[in-house]
T-cell receptor, first 116, second 115 residues
Framework: ETGVTQTPRHLVMGMTNKKSLKCEQH?????MYWYKQSAKKPLELMFV???????ENNSVPSRFSPECPNSSHLFLHLHTLQPEDSALYLC???????????????FGAGSRLTVL | AQTVTQSQPEMSVQEAETVTLSCTYD???????LFWYKQPPSRQMILVIR??????QNATENRFSVNFQKAAKSFSLKISDSQLGDTAMYFC????????????FGQGTRLTINP
């Protein structure tokens, strides 16, 4: 375990469903991220939050809605998804104020999403 | 925009052999960070090794070492005395100093260590 916990680990949903993915970290990190991992494609950054404020939205469709109520929790709300949204969704966190500047990411195990 | 390319989708070696994974990148920045992450089957992605571009000495972490060629924009990972537990997807990643916390990943190399 890396200290970043994602739930659920697996989710199957229909295109009309509403569901949420949850990410939690207690590493004292102040930045949190959502990445999408699809087969044979590089990881795609979706959203970045620094100190609970969204600092990046990488042209993600509005059917994905992030929420960051505090520095330890991050949600991804899902609504009217498409089959092509099926993927592994990875949460990560980092210490934005890392003096080295490396800003090393710590990842969760991911939520495997299947959209029928 | 920065790009990272891993030209080997899959590799397979015997246990105890040495294997080198390739990575090239493109950037106009002079200082940046490079990383190798490992994602074992059904497990979390973890950092293997990192290199800061202004440091000429290649980073080493136990059996893992890199060959950083800044002029060629190449950042390969060498795994010595490979073990079954090294079986995983390996991702090369780039992070600029000036930009936001955007980590750019390569497509990954699936490495299998055979007994």
């Amino acid at each position: 375990e890396t200290g970043v916990t994602q739930t659920p680990r697996h989710l199957v949903m229909g295109m009309t469903n509403k569901k949420s993915l949850k990410c939690e970290q207690h590493l004292g990190h102040n930045a949190m991220y959502w990445y999408k991992q699809s087969a044979k494609k590089p990881l795609e950054l979706m959203f970045v939050y620094n100190f609970k404020e969204q600092t990046e939205n990488n042209s993600v469709p509005s059917r994905f809605s992030p929420e960051c109520p505090n520095s330890s929790h991050l949600f991804l709300h899902l609504h009217t998804l498409q089959p092509e949204d099926s993927a592994l969704y990875l949460c990560a966190s980092s210490l934005q104020t890392d003096r080295s500047g490396a800003n090393v990411l710590t990842f969760g195990a991911g939520s495997r999403l299947t959209v029928l | 925009a920065q790009t990272v390319t891993q030209s080997q989708p899959e590799m397979s070696v015997q246990e105890a052999e040495t294997v080198t994974l390739s990575c090239t990148y493109d950037t106009s920045e002079s200082n940046y960070y490079l990383f190798w992450y490992k994602q074992p089957p059904s497990r979390q992605m973890i950092l293997v090794i990192r290199q800061e571009a202004y440091k000429q000495q290649n980073a080493t972490e136990n059996r893992f070492s890199v060959n950083f060629q800044k002029a060629a924009k190449s950042f390969s990972l060498k795994i010595s005395d490979s073990q079954l537990g090294d079986t995983a997807m390996y991702f090369c990643a780039f992070k600029g100093i000036q930009g936001a916390q955007k980590l750019v990943f390569g497509q990954g190399t699936r490495l299998t260590i055979n007994p």
